[in-house]
């Protein structure tokens, strides 16, 4: 389908919001949403109009359990997240795991450290496979709508195979774009979201220009939970 | 003192920043209203509890993209427990019944009471009156309890393809109005 309509853009955002959307055709339209302001504008405006209709809705007091149950995962939240002072720390952490990467890691920290923005890389994932074993390296920038990602320690090149990365928010993956198997060279990709806490980044394995189909079609063999809200 | 939508954007902004107590305050502040609407759309109180929870939780994850410039902070909201509301109720694939509301509570809903104050609820309900008398209702039960094209074609026993057009129409003759 093509969503360069100006009038099916108009409906679909209206449909969307009114809810007469089917559930597989929702979810394809969430995905564009989220890389089209355009789009998303339109959604905000629908809102915005029937948002009255809410107004006559008897608020209803919820249980305290559901209270208790959100304060208590934003707590666990704001202990992981990691302060900016704590980023050496957590630097040594992930070095340590892996050791035989070291020079690796190093690369990768200089490559940041020298590139235009001066702050200390905030490490967005660390992205292991199914063993625990760190694989990849996410972190903010250089660039505001950037993320760099660099393997740890080298892996298997493969010009049958390129390596996709993907953020999955709600069960939903995004491709965020390819990567490169070589420590030495880093990639940085520019995200139009960057990813946030409760999110998760993955590396599917697929055909040599990445996914086909816009979802992850191989196999998954590193992944790793975000770390950061986004700025 | 500040407005509400301007101390409900505050919180936003500190939780945005990590601040899990500002965030815990905007559930005090939200979740009743919202709770109150996911009941409406589900009907049911177990899957209203789940889909405020996940609510609160969504909107933790994304509460750094909230733009205010995009909507008001109780828009936003709204949107999150309407999509968990929609969700669940298309995982679930059925509704309670009887949930849907009567013949006459809709009519409330759809605009002949007058009661209500706020120019744009008024907007809102002339232009939504424009519209004839089935497709009207098609529009508020769609938006009030979240039915398919599929339930409301039954709900009408209408081919699929009226209930359809009846909501497309619908849909850009409230824009034209709204926007005149």
New interface residues.
């Given amino acids: 389908m093509k969503y360069e309509d100006a009038e099916l853009r108009e409906r679909l955002a209206a449909e969307y919001v009114l809810g007469t959307i089917p559930r597989l055709a929702r979810q394809r339209f969430v995905r564009l949403v989220a890389d089209d302001p355009s789009l998303a504008r339109l959604v905000a405006d629908w809102t915005e109009r029937f948002a009255p209709l809410d107004t006559r809705t008897v608020a209803v007091e919820p249980p305290i359990r559901v209270r208790d149950a959100i304060r208590r995962s934003v707590l666990v939240d704001t202990r992981e997240t990691i302060p900016r002072w704590q980023w050496r720390a957590s630097l040594a952490l992930w070095r340590s795991a892996a050791l035989a990467a070291a020079t690796a890691a190093v690369a990768l920290v200089l490559y940041i450290a020298f590139s235009p923005a001066p702050p200390l890389p905030v490490v967005v994932a660390i992205l292991s496979d199914s063993n625990g074993t760190p694989g990849w390296v996410a972190v903010r920038g250089p660039r505001p709508h950037e993320i760099t990602v660099g393997a740890i320690h080298p892996l298997a090149e493969d010009a049958a195979h390129s390596l996709e990365l993907w953020a999955i928010a709600g069960g939903v993956p995004r491709p965020l774009g390819l990567l490169d198997p070589q420590p030495s060279r880093p990639v940085s990709l520019q995200v139009a979201q960057l990813p946030s806490r409760g999110e998760t980044l993955a590396v599917s394995i697929e055909p040599p220009n990445g996914s086909p189909t816009g979802l992850p079609t191989g196999p998954v063999p590193y992944k790793g939970d975000v770390l950061i809200s986004s700025p | 003192m500040p407005d509400r939508a301007s101390q409900l954007e505050e919180l936003i902004r500190r939780a945005?920043r990590?601040?899990?107590k500002a965030?815990?305050k905007l559930?005090?502040q939200t979740?009743?209203?919202l709770?109150?609407?996911a009941?409406?759309m589900t009907g049911r109180r177990e899957i209203?509890?789940d889909a405020?929870?996940e609510c609160?939780?969504?909107a933790?994850?994304?509460?750094?993209?909230y733009d205010p410039t995009?909507?008001t902070a109780?828009?936003w909201l709204?949107?999150i427990m309407?999509?968990c509301a929609?969700d669940r109720l298309?995982?679930l694939g059925t509704r309670p019944e009887g949930h849907l509301a009567s013949e006459e509570l809709l009519d409330k809903?759809a605009g002949t009471d007058r009661s209500?104050r706020?120019a744009?609820?008024h907007?809102?309900q002339r232009c939504l009156d424009e519209l004839d008398e089935l497709p009207r209702k098609a529009?508020?039960l769609?938006?009030?309890y979240?039915?398919?094209?599929d339930e409301?074609a039954a709900h009408f026993a209408v081919p699929l393809g009226t209930a359809k057009s009846w909501?497309?129409r619908s849909?850009?003759r409230?824009?034209r109005c709204?926007d005149a």
């Avoid at chain 2, 933790?60 to 993209?65: G, H, K």
């Avoid at chain 2, 979240?146 to 094209?149: E, F, M, N, S, Y």
Wanted: no cysteine.
């Fill in positions: 945005a990590g601040d899990g965030f815990t559930y005090d979740a009743a209203q709770f109150g609407v009941l409406r209203a509890e405020l929870q609160f939780m969504s933790w994850q994304s509460v750094a993209a995009r909507g109780m828009t709204m949107t309407r999509n929609i298309r995982r809903l209500d706020g744009e609820l907007a809102l529009v508020i769609a938006y009030l979240g039915l398919t094209r409301l909501i497309r849909l850009v409230l824009q709204l």
